[in-house]
Structures are given as C-alpha cells and as structure tokens.
C-alpha cells in the first residue's frame, strides 16, 4: 500500500489481494482440518475388525 501513493484504485487492489490470500489460506487450513476430522471418524468406525 506503500507503492499506492494513495491512489484509491491501487489500495483497493491490493485490499482485494490480501482478502483473497486470505480466504485461500482460510479454505487450506479447513481442508486440512476436514481431512483429519474424515480419517478420524474412517479410523473410528473401521476399527472394529
């Protein structure tokens, strides 16, 4: 925002590219999240044989 020089197209650009690292970032760290909760409830019920 820096760079910007206060050019109001130039920060809202990069507010838009922050929230979308972001909310990249957000949906990886639930699908980590999703795939551990999924390989415990697979562990869970597949362990009685």
């Known amino acids: 925002m820096l760079v910007a020089n206060g050019e109001p197209g130039q920060i ?3 507010k838009r590219a922050l929230s979308g690292a ?3 970032y957000g949906i990886a760290v639930l699908a980590t ?3 551990d909760v999924l390989d415990w409830i697979v562990s869970v ?3 009685g044989e």
């Open 12 to 14: 809202d650009g990069a």
């Open 22 to 24: 972001a909310i990249g």
């Open 33 to 35: 999240v999703l795939m």
């Open 45 to 47: 019920g597949g362990g």
